[in-house]
């Protein structure tokens, strides 16, 4: 029986605080593919700065398994829950998790994450800059004009500054 049939998809699991990168090596040697969304910030102590890498959403890893690796992912120490949706393990848009991927990929993006919750707003599309070709909503966000990209599972938000040129409005 050939292995055809079997579907991966993307799913969010909640992990304990603060290990997110120590249950994505443990997943990633399990031969488990996760992502775990990355950021560089400057942490400043009184003695020294340092550049270090934080997860982009705090207490989530994102795998990309079949039925076959749902339990494994769940015994994997410090590994606390899927996100779930209407009773099941909510499933991740492909897309969602490239433009994750893509918005990490550019050093000078600066985003910011929240669980606050916004109105829905104009949907835009960004025309230039890095992130071309991205579709989502243009909000006002701290007095300042931002596009927001929606991760409907998890109630989060990615917010990034767009300038007002790089943007069109998005028709349907």
Same mark, same amino acid.
């Not at 749902?70 to 909510?90: D, H, Q």
């Not at 835009?124 to 966000?141: C, D, F, K, S, T």
């Not at 500054?161 to 349907?172: C, D, F, Q, R, V």
């Given at each position: ?11 969010? +699991? ?9 249950? #994505?090596?443990?997943?990633?040697? %399990? ?5 775990? &969304?990355? /950021?560089?910030? *400057? ?11 934080? &997860? ?5 890893? #994102?795998?990309? =398994? ?9 015994? $994997? ?5 899927? +996100?779930? #949706? ?10 969602? =998790?490239? @433009? @994750? ?15 606050? %919750? #916004?109105?829905?707003? /104009? ?5 230039? !800059?890095? *992130?071309? !070709?991205?579709?989502?909503? @243009? ?11 929606? =991760?409907?599972?998890?109630?989060? $938000? ?13 028709? +349907?």
């Amino acid at each position: 029986m050939g292995n055809n049939n079997i579907i991966y998809s993307w799913y969010a +699991i909640r992990v304990k605080s603060r290990s997110e990168k120590k249950v #994505f090596t443990d997943l990633t040697e %399990q031969k488990i593919e996760a992502y775990l &969304p990355l /950021q560089r910030k *400057l942490r400043i102590w009184s003695d020294r700065k340092k550049w270090v890498e934080m &997860p982009l959403i705090s207490g989530y890893v #994102f795998v990309y =398994i079949s039925r076959r690796e749902y339990e494994i992912v769940l015994r $994997t120490f410090n590994v606390v829950s899927y +996100i779930y #949706f209407e009773g099941k393990a909510a499933i991740i848009r492909e897309e969602d =998790i490239n @433009l @994750l991927k893509r918005m990490l990929g550019e050093a000078d993006l600066d985003l910011e994450v929240t669980a606050e %919750q #916004f109105k829905p707003g /104009q949907k835009v599309e960004i025309i230039a !800059g890095p *992130l071309i !070709g991205v579709i989502g909503e @243009l909000i006002e966000y701290k007095g300042k004009n931002k596009v927001a990209l929606r =991760i409907p599972p998890l109630g989060y $938000t990615v917010l990034i500054e767009a300038p007002g040129k790089n943007l069109t409005s998005y028709k +349907i």
